[in-house]
């Protein structure tokens, strides 16, 4: 059991609007990381925020943006939603980074429909 | 071209045949991870290497860093075992790149 939750499980918006995607880290986690995966591909990293800065990103535009608070919990933002935002939404948890790579605990995932 | 590739794209095995997937990479990495992703999203942290070779159960990992090559062996192969075996790598603090997945498949 990782104790990474994410919310809502599954969510239908329309073209143009604007969603807000959920991820409960566990405790203890500073670091979350925020991956998009269309179906039939891996998972693209978008961003990962580290105590509350954003702490590197991928190749997603500004619309794609973040949000992490001191207890643990992250929002994924997407405005202006395009038909090709349809996709699951995984948010993963890194322990307190040491300077090595730490493994990383994955939620279950949002699916994101965009009609 | 995409940083990591994997082969199969999918597999079907019978119960209790032995299972290999690859994983090969174009970069330095720090650390490359095996993950197992079930119908409906969750994704599991199977394994993550740097060198050499990792064993849980009937799961065996290894790497060949000078090659740039990775092994997935599931032995023994179990209809439960049907999933998406993901191969990630990471080259820095913040950033996983993902393989395509393989989609195994074991029948009874």
């Known amino acids: 059991e990782t104790g990474v939750t994410q919310s809502p499980t599954h969510l239908i918006k329309t073209r143009g609007q604007q969603v807000t995607l959920r991820c409960s880290s566990q405790?203890?986690?500073?670091?979350v990381s925020w991956y998009q995966q269309a179906l039939g591909q891996g998972p693209q990293f978008i961003f990962q925020?580290?105590?509350?800065?954003?702490?590197g990103r991928g190749n997603f535009p500004p619309r794609f943006s973040g949000l992490q608070f001191p207890n643990y919990s992250s929002e994924l933002n997407v405005n202006a939603l395009e038909l090709d935002d349809s996709a699951l939404y995984l948010c993963?948890?890194?322990?307190?980074?040491?300077?090595?790579?730490?493994?990383?605990?994955f939620g279950p995932g949002t699916r994101l429909t965009v009609l | 071209k995409n940083e990591v590739e994997q082969s199969p794209q999918n597999l079907t095995a019978q119960e209790g045949e032995f299972i290999t997937i690859n994983c090969s990479y174009s970069?330095?990495?720090?650390?490359l991870h095996w993950l197992q992703q079930h119908p409906g999203g969750g994704i599991v942290s199977l394994f993550m290497l740097s060198s050499g070779k990792k064993k849980h159960g009937r799961l065996i990992a290894t790497i060949n860093i000078q090659e740039k090559h990775s092994s997935l062996h599931i032995t023994a192969s179990h209809p439960r075992d049907s999933a998406v075996y993901i191969c990630a790598v990471s080259r820095n603090d913040y950033k996983l790149s993902f393989g395509a997945g393989t989609t195994v498949t074991v029948r009874a």
């Open positions: 925020y580290y105590r509350e800065e954003e702490n």
């Open positions: 970069v330095g990495i720090s650390a």
């Open positions: 405790s203890g986690h500073n670091t």
């Open positions: 993963a948890s890194s322990p307190e980074a040491s300077g090595l790579y730490n493994e990383q605990f």
